[in-house]
């Protein structure tokens, strides 16, 4: 027998992909069930179980039970605030160059799918500092780390208030914005993150881009600028018909991202 699967325990999210290929996030939990087209399951019929693993509904039909990716869990959570789509997230994390070890300011806190990644990406040695205006997308964020993660993980520090005035008590290394009007607080940055550092915006729309690019022209501190979006086409392979799926997500946000130098005349 092969290798086996980590067991599921109560209150960890777990994805079901049925005979369908259809998939249904739920939070298990001791004694609820779950309901479907193809009869019930009983959550502990699969906590204890391992993952990958398969459990039969009371209509007869198998379902294989794993823990979702933290894009699956992304795309498929309650969220409140509109997310950062997986495709995104994963641009920022690279090209914001976001490691093991950075200091990163991250605003709004929204539904908190950036921040999971965030999280991950800074590691054990980092440190996330989300801040939101609405302290309601902060108590649903919090809740939505906690559900995917077991508990909310010790490098995440939750703010309520305006990004505007945390920059200089976190004199972050790498800032991440998205937010409908990042400029303000693109101003404040120099002198206040760290030369060096890397900033990531994202936007909806031109204009916002355009004011956006205007004002960090303005401010002389940054270089390395860029603007682009992600776009990604899924395929669909089966048999004979290998073709682009019909659908796919249009638009989501442009990405802008630049480094920040010195202060002119800092450096003596
Ligand atoms: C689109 S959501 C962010 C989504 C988040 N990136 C995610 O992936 O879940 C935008 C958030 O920015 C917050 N916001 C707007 N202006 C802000 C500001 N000046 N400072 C901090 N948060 C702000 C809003 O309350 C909202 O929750």
Redesign the pocket.
């Known amino acids: 027998m092969g290798i086996e699967g980590i067991p599921f325990v109560d209150g960890e999210s777990c994805l079901l992909f049925d005979h369908r290929g259809k998939q249904h996030l739920i939070r298990l939990s001791q004694g609820s069930e779950f309901h479907f087209d193809r009869g019930v399951i009983p959550h502990d019929s699969i906590i204890g179980s391992p993952e990958g693993g398969t459990v039969t509904s009371s209509g007869g039909t198998d379902v294989v039970v794993l823990r979702p990716r933290l894009a699956d869990y992304?795309l498929k959570m309650k969220?409140g605030?509109?997310?950062?789509y997986p495709k995104d997230?994963g641009a920022v994390v690279t090209w914001a160059d976001i490691r093991p070890g950075s200091l990163v300011l991250?605003?709004?806190?929204?539904?908190?799918?950036?921040?999971l990644a965030l999280s991950r990406a800074v590691g054990e040695q980092g440190r996330v500092v989300t801040?939101?205006?609405?302290e309601d997308?902060q108590t649903h964020?919090k809740r939505l780390v906690e559900q995917f993660a077991g508990t909310i993980p010790p490098n995440i520090e939750f703010l309520t208030?305006?990004?505007?005035d945390h920059v200089a008590d976190v004199g972050p290394d790498r800032v991440v914005l998205?937010?409908?009007?990042p400029w303000?607080?693109v101003e404040v940055l120099p002198g206040a993150m760290r030369p060096g550092g890397a900033l990531a915006a994202?936007l909806p729309t031109v204009p916002q881009v355009e004011q956006l690019r205007r004002t960090m022209n303005d401010t002389h501190a940054f270089l390395a600028e860029d603007t682009f979006e992600v776009m990604m086409r899924s395929w669909k392979i089966a048999g004979r018909s290998v073709r682009p799926d019909h659908r796919m997500v249009g638009h989501t946000g442009f990405i802008t991202v630049a480094r920040l130098r010195s202060m002119p005349g800092a450096d003596g």
């Open positions: 992304v969220r605030a509109a997310v950062m997230t991250e605003a709004g806190t929204g539904s908190g799918a950036m921040t801040v939101d205006t609405r997308h964020a208030g305006d990004v505007v998205d937010l409908p009007e303000h607080c994202y």
